[in-house]
């Protein structure tokens, strides 16, 4: 009996003390070309273990007990380079690529260093207001539930424009004047709820299983970089495992998951990753949980397939889709009607899709090629109508958006030596559009045709930068983009620099500058105008690109080893801003939020976005983090009455604070997270309302002259989240809560008078919003 006792216990200390392991494996590519670097050694510190890159410059470490891990990668002639807090879960094996730049100087006496930061941007021509993001940043910050641009607004400069949605406020811009590039290829919104020529919506389509880390720009872009104002997503995608099948399943409130990836064959080193999601909410509805008069519904795909080749180069297939509606059915008995927007049926859709090739090649020892074809779809409408006494529906608004784009693109990356290297490229975009709008000014008034046209345009892009490094620690870019618009032949020629100096081992020092231009949202070139003799002419035809100065200047301080100050002050001119054609008008398009403009316009207006930008950063160590942001800047535009005002996103002051700290058990086999986020921010800019006015019209009338000169009470959100992570043998499980806007602030969005019940009425953002998803990976 005591002998197995004896076993039992010896049994149970030896499970208890028993480590998950999994593998760590990846590549070492160069900065430039991304050839493979064999040779190469790859050390993880504190465990004594080294190995070196074979001759497609792949490393791999087995059995690693779970847990975080710092990887040292070196090779004569280049930069030390340093990955911190790798991640090994048992669920799935962690692979890696790692770019290391080469040494402009390679004496004895020259040794660099790695630098632990963890943000540098992923595209080295991104000298100053750029920052690379990990796919963990999208799942661990609280409330970002794996959005990009969710997470984005925890970052200097940046704030969520509704609580309701995901579009952003970057520097006092507009949400429409953001950029998305995938593998190199520029995209529609991949948001589903989206609008025409916004950036956000209301959901992410993209997927956290296919992201891979990716850059973030906020202002003077690199010159590969065009049509966008404000800034730039430039998302990178994962390759699947090109050796194992590996599965991860998902189901939360914002949908139910199933991602798979996996080699083709054991002999073929190609893979495929794919990620499909389906709606709770629908589910939900379809089994009678959720009534039917406000459903909302909406699925995706996205994937991702790696087709390397011997001797023809690297192929990849990639895309994603989206499908989202909502449908709003009034009431059956119509006895409990009590206002007008009771009687209203609408339905919105929006569904988008995109699937690209790519194409990579080396040609020689100095040249890659990269090349792609992309095919876009989206198509978005709005259909509204009112139900009158008897029952019968009378049509209110109509309103639909549908292109179609093909693009193909080219770039040159040509290394001339250690010091020089050119990269240029091309873009050519065809499109096809069909846009159809009928609305009234008011309630009341007769329908008007605003929009009815179908046809074709084109957009051609091209650049050429060059990055010249006089010394290891500086580094000088210059490029010039190109954009033309065929629809009107208006085009824009924009020279972009830039510098970095690393000063010492703590700091640094960038400067910045750029033109920058953007081509309206296509549907506002074909707003109709009625002439009295009853001609029907398009007064935006030929409406010119927006364009804009960036100047930015840049300072970061290293502190400690973990943590790091930056400065940055930045100032933004922005001209040819299309303006209502009234000289006593206030209209802008730097005011848009949601709508397209259909009024007549004209390019005489401008704005002033300026500020600066202070962040203190404790980037993971010990498993705890910490960023604290300071933003204060003035937002201004001038309209056709040629006075400067306030715009709408002009807040004047962001204060940000995120913060998280996992607790590990002494296995490393459970972790149990805390992240909060809090942001605390001046309001947006509104435009008051006459009531008397209102009164005597029936609907809202603003104070005209007096254009977003009332600011709303300043916004504060509190966002919470907690997770608990197990690894078992080959799997891993994650279940976690967020809870945005922790203390149900109710955060004032808007105004608009009430003539039902005669007075003016406030909007508010949305409320506390929890978040549950359980996550199991094998």
């Known amino acids: ?143 970002a539930v794996n959005d990009p641009l969710r997470m984005a607004a ?36 991949p948001n589903h709820f989206s609008q025409p020529g916004l950036s956000g919506g209301g959901i992410s389509i993209l997927s956290s ?53 996996g080699p083709f064959s054991k002999k073929y ?66 006895s409990r009607w009590e206002a007008k927007s009771d009687r209203y049926v609408s339905r ?43 029952l019968s529906l009378s049509t209110s608004y109509i309103d639909k958006y549908n292109t179609r784009k093909l693009s193909f693109s080219t770039t040159a990356n040509y290394k001339f030596s250690n010091r020089l290297h050119l990269r240029a490229g091309f873009i050519n975009t065809q499109i096809h559009y069909k846009f159809y709008r009928l609305s009234s000014e008011h309630e009341d008034d007769p329908l008007e045709e605003k929009l009815n046209t179908s046809g074709n345009t084109s957009t051609q892009q091209a650049f050429a930068q060059w990055q010249y490094k ?16 065929s629809h009107n032949n208006t085009s824009s020629a924009e020279p972009r620099l830039s510098a970095r100096w690393n000063i010492n081992n703590r700091s640094s020092i960038g400067v910045g500058y750029g033109l920058h231009s953007q081509i309206q949202t296509l549907n506002v070139y074909f707003a109709q105008q009625q002439l009295p003799n009853d001609d029907v002419v398009l007064p935006n ?27 940055e002050v930045y100032y933004q001119r922005l001209f040819n801003v299309p303006v209502a054609t009234h000289d006593s008008s206030t209209l802008s398009t730097l005011n848009v939020e949601y709508e397209y403009v259909t009024d007549p316009l004209v390019n005489k207006g401008k704005g002033r976005n300026y500020g600066a930008e202070i962040s203190l950063e404790r980037y993971l160590h010990n498993n705890f983090y910490l960023t604290l942001s300071n933003s204060v800047y003035q937002s201004k535009y001038t309209a056709a009455d040629g006075v400067e005002r306030n715009t709408r996103f002009n807040g004047n002051y962001i204060v940000t604070f995120i913060t998280g700290k996992d607790f590990v058990n002494e296995r490393k086999s459970k972790t149990i997270g805390v992240n909060i986020k809090t942001i605390c ?60 806007n922790l203390t149900n602030r109710l955060n004032i969005f808007n105004q608009y008078y009430d003539d039902e019940k005669d007075k003016i009425t406030t909007m508010y953002q949305t409320g506390l919003i929890p978040i549950l998803n359980y996550k199991i990976e094998f």
């Open 348 to 390: 919105f859709i929006s569904n988008t899709g995109m699937s690209g090739l790519t194409h990579s090649i080396l040609a020689g020892k100095k040249l890659k090629i990269n090349s792609a074809i992309g095919i876009s779809y989206t198509k978005l409408g709005y259909d509204e109508d009112y139900t009158e006494d008897d």
């Open 470 to 485: 006089p010394a290891n620690e500086v580094t000088l870019n210059a490029g010039l983009h190109y954009l033309r618009l």
């Open 209 to 261: 299983q296919l992201l891979s880390n990716s850059d973030f720009v906020t202002a003077a872009f690199a010159a590969e970089y065009g049509n966008a104002l404000s800034g730039v997503f430039d998302i990178k995608l994962r390759k699947g495992n090109n050796e194992k099948r590996e599965y991860s399943l998902q189901a939360g409130v914002l949908g139910l998951n199933a991602a798979m990836e």
């Open 154 to 189: 925890a970052f200097p400069g940046v704030m969520a424009n509704d609580d309701g949605n995901n579009n952003i406020v970057i520097r006092g811009n507009s949400p429409t004047g953001l950029l998305w590039r995938m593998e190199g290829v520029d995209i529609p919104s």
């Open 681 to 740: 921010a001046g309001g947006l800019r509104t435009t008051p309302i006459d009531l008397a006015a209102s009164r005597q019209a029936g609907y809202t009338v603003f104070k005209e002259k007096e254009a977003y000169s009332f600011q709303n009470p300043a916004y504060f959100r509190a966002d919470l989240r907690v997770s608990m992570k197990w690894n078992r043998k080959h799997v891993t499980s994650t279940l976690s809560l967020d809870i945005q």
């Open 1 to 143: 009996m005591k002998m197995k006792l004896f076993l039992a216990l010896s049994l149970f200390s030896l499970s208890a003390q028993a480590q998950f392991r999994q593998q760590i494996r990846g590549i070492v590519v160069d900065q430039v070309l991304q050839k493979p670097m064999a040779g190469a050694t790859v050390s993880i510190p504190g465990t004594h273990q080294s190995v070196i890159t074979d001759i497609d410059g792949v490393f791999r470490f087995k059995e690693m007990p779970v847990g975080s891990y710092r990887i040292t990668i070196t090779y004569s002639g280049f930069k030390e380079a340093m990955l911190d807090n790798i991640i090994v879960n048992s669920g799935k094996e962690t692979v890696l690529t790692v770019q290391l730049e080469a040494l402009v100087k390679t004496e004895s006496e020259v040794i660099i260093k790695a630098n632990s930061k963890k943000n540098k941007p992923l595209n080295d021509m991104s000298a100053v207001s750029a920052r690379a993001f990990t796919v963990e940043e999208t799942q661990r910050y609280a409330a």
């Open 541 to 567: 035809k030929n409406l010119d690109l927006t364009k804009s100065h960036h100047y930015v200047l840049s300072f970061s301080y290293r502190l400690a080893k973990n943590m790091q100050l930056k400065t």
């Open 269 to 334: 080193k190609g893979s495929y990753l794919i990620n499909y999601r389906y709606s709770t909410l629908t589910l939900l509805n379809k089994i009678g949980v959720l009534p039917d008069d406000n459903v909302t519904n909406f699925q995706d795909l996205s994937y991702n397939i790696y087709l390397p080749t011997s001797k023809l180069g690297t192929f990849t297939l990639f895309g994603f889709g989206g499908l989202s509606d909502q449908d709003f059915n009034p009431d059956k008995d119509s």
